[in-house]
């Protein structure tokens, strides 16, 4: 749905709209991101942070590309993540994600290493242009 809503303004895949956001969280000096190579090429990351105020630690950004999906990538990704944090004397740690089909795998391999739902939200869509099409400004 979001491409659909989206796509037809921005123009471009929702990948290539948050490359740039991605990019910045893990070039970040408050960012730790863990990568993984195959045979010289980019494989997957994962990124972790802390909270300066809460000291609770927070999983960002992390994929596998789709080429290297079912090694194990994101567990490992995701595992190095939090013994970086457990070795920086984080106790708790979130991790923010999708309730849609696409982010599936994300909530098995959270939910496999021990995270456990604390809020569900919805994120509501209005086209303005559909709301007001009869109408003039």
């Known amino acids: 749905k979001r491409e659909q809503a989206y796509g037809r303004i921005m123009g471009k895949p929702w990948q290539d709209r948050i490359e740039a956001s991605v990019r910045a969280a893990l070039e970040s000096p408050h960012v730790t991101a863990f990568k993984a190579e195959i045979d010289g090429e980019l494989a997957g990351f994962a990124s972790v942070s802390i909270n300066p105020e809460s000291g609770l630690g927070d999983v960002g950004y992390n994929a596998v590309d789709p080429r290297f999906l079912g090694r194990g990538l994101g567990k490992k990704l995701l595992e190095a ?45 209005l086209d303005l242009g559909e709301r007001y099409a009869n109408t003039s400004v």
């Open 81 to 125: 993540g939090l013994r970086h944090l457990h070795a920086c004397g984080v106790r708790e740690v979130e991790v923010t994600t999708g309730l849609d089909a696409g982010h599936a795998p994300a909530r098995v391999i959270y939910e496999s290493a021990g995270f456990k739902p604390f809020i569900s939200s919805i994120r509501y869509n």
